[in-house]
């Protein structure tokens, strides 16, 4: 599929997508949702593709927000409607099953705060600012920041960002652990790849079923989340990749896992 606002490209089995408007800081409009969406649908029924970088082009911006041209001539129904389909693009990306390191190159702000939150992790160039200035608007978040946000940095943390719609430079973004690490900007796309492909180097079985657990097993009950764990690991005990990663550990030698 080739896209107008998404730039996709594919290396060694990892999705490099990069928002691409950065005359607009790469603000969020519908089709760079409905793109993204068709993006990560694609790199997620792709046995080729195991992991994704997300970054944003240019030299300021991850993503400033939502389009906030599109936000002001929303009626009712269609905001509730933008919001219900973006917070599905968004729950793709955390569901995907594969490893999503978001390269928070810039401003990441209202929706493109909600998409890093998304990811599985956040690495930041120095330059990063995050936040929630959607109440500077007269809006709120509606991709699922009043969500995600307190579930990751607290409900304190969060709710002084989503009230005051101030930004965190990046280094304040670390302390809260809203973001894993921040780097020199020229280090922030080869490490963000090495960091997957360390991650990919394990069993595909082993990532896909850990995301799965971390991401259902938050939102139950915590004997059920266990119980759901316990299930998982003995299912991965009848994978080939089981035998193998613990069989080429005894004999000292590297595993090639097959994911399966
Ligand atoms: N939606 C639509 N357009 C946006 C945008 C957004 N969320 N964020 C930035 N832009 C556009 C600007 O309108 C401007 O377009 P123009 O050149 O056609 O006028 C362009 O991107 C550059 O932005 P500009 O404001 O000139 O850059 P800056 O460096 O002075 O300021 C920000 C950067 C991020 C502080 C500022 O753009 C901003 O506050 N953006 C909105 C952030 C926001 O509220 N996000 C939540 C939306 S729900």
Not at 77 to 83: F, I, L, W
């Amino acid at each position: 599929m080739s896209y107008q606002n998404l730039l996709v490209e594919t290396r060694d089995g990892i999705a490099i997508v990069t928002i691409n408007r950065p005359d607009k800081l790469n603000a969020l409009n519908d089709r760079t949702m409905h793109e993204l969406d068709a993006a990560f649908a694609a790199i997620g029924s792709d046995p080729a593709v195991r992991g994704a970088i997300l970054t944003g082009a240019g030299e300021k911006a991850f993503v400033a927000g939502a389009d906030i041209g599109e936000l002001s001539t929303q009626s009712p129904v269609d905001g509730k409607e933008r919001s219900i389909r973006g917070q599905r693009v968004l729950d793709r990306i955390e569901n995907l099953g594969k490893p999503v390191i978001a390269a928070v190159n810039g401003f990441a702000l209202g929706g493109g705060c909600e998409l890093a939150l998304a990811c599985h992790v956040r690495i930041a160039s120095e330059n990063a600012r995050l936040g929630t200035p959607e109440v500077k608007l007269g809006i709120m978040c509606g991709y699922a920041g009043t969500q995600r946000l307190p579930r990751l940095v607290g409900k304190g943390r969060a709710l002084e960002l989503l009230l005051s719609g101030e930004m965190l430079d990046a280094q304040e973004a670390l302390r809260i652990g809203l973001v894993n690490r921040v780097l020199p900007k020229d280090k922030l796309l080869p490490e963000c790849e090495a960091l997957l492909r360390k991650m990919l180097a394990n069993g595909p079985v082993s990532l896909r079923f850990t995301l799965e657990v971390v991401n259902a097993g938050l939102e139950m009950p915590l004997a059920e989340a266990q119980y759901l764990e316990a299930t998982l690991f003995g299912l991965i005990c009848s994978t080939e990749d089981m035998k193998e990663g613990t069989r080429a550990f005894l004999e000292k030698r590297a595993a090639k896992f097959q994911g399966r």
